[in-house]
T-cell receptor
Framework: IAGITQAPTSQILAAGRRMTLRCTQDMRHNAMYWYRQDLGLGLRLIHYSNTAGTTGKGEVPDGYSVSRANTDDFPLTLASAVPSQTSVYFC??????????????FGPGTRLTVL | GQNIDQPTEMTATEGAIVQINCTYQTSGFNGLFWYQQHAGEAPTFLSYNVLDGLEEKGRFSSFLSRSKGYSYLLLKELQMKDSASYLCAVIDSGYALNFGKGTSLLVTP
């Protein structure tokens, strides 16, 4: 069982380019999340999805979009990358979006550098 | 919004006990999580508290006081591999974890 996989592992991207970070889970979890982690700022939620077909905005959604066409996949797209989007991106999933006793499991992360 | 505070850095000696504190101010509360994150790796789940009191899990214990908006993570018999960041996270709205900035723990010989 792989759990959560993310691709690519790392990427260097020119500013203005479009980029999609991929996230796939095989645990049949209902809820999925995207975070970015920056030194000194901790983990911040970008977008989330409580179930397939629905998405919501987190704390820092600007410049990012997501889709949830099925249970397993939750891609994150940067339409036109900017240097401030340089970060480590983590995808996570949980059984439900209900909150209580709802442990989130994280993928290995994607290290993105925008030049 | 939420305010979650934890010390930035701590240092402790191998074999010792260390307590990492977390205070929070939230508009609602559905539980508090502790995660461990080694450098360059993903966060991994350590503990969950929703009721007041102490939850023990091997060398790690976590305590919660909801009235005080306070939690701590207690690590006993410290090992070198315990050097990592420890993240306190609170869930209130039910859709996501709100993380503190993390405490970087260095275990020295």
């Amino acid at each position: 069982i792989a759990g959560i996989t993310q691709a690519p592992t790392s990427q260097i991207l020119a500013a203005g380019r479009r980029m999609t970070l991929r996230c796939t889970q095989d645990m049949r979890h209902n809820a999925m999340y995207w975070y970015r982690q920056d030194l000194g700022l901790g983990l911040r939620l970008i977008h989330y999805s409580n179930t397939a077909g629905t998405t919501g905005k987190g704390e820092v959604p600007d410049g990012y979009s997501v889709s949830r066409a099925n249970t397993d996949d939750f891609p994150l797209t940067l339409a036109s990358a900017v240097p401030s989007q340089t970060s480590v991106y983590f995808c996570a999933s949980s059984e439900s979006g209900g909150g209580a006793a709802d442990t989130q499991y994280f993928g290995p992360g994607t290290r993105l550098t925008v030049l | 919004g939420q305010n979650i505070d934890q010390p930035t850095e701590m240092t402790a000696t191998e074999g010792a006990i260390v307590q990492i504190n977390c205070t929070y101010q939230t508009s609602g509360f559905n539980g508090l999580f502790w995660y461990q994150q080694h450098a360059g790796e993903a966060p991994t789940f350590l503990s969950y508290n929703v009721l007041d009191g102490l939850e023990e899990k091997g060398r790690f214990s976590s305590f919660l006081s909801r009235s005080k908006g306070y939690s701590y993570l207690l690590l006993k018999e410290l090992q070198m591999k315990d050097s990592a960041s420890y993240l306190c996270a609170v869930i209130d709205s039910g859709y996501a974890l709100n993380f503190g900035k993390g405490t970087s723990l260095l275990v020295t010989p």
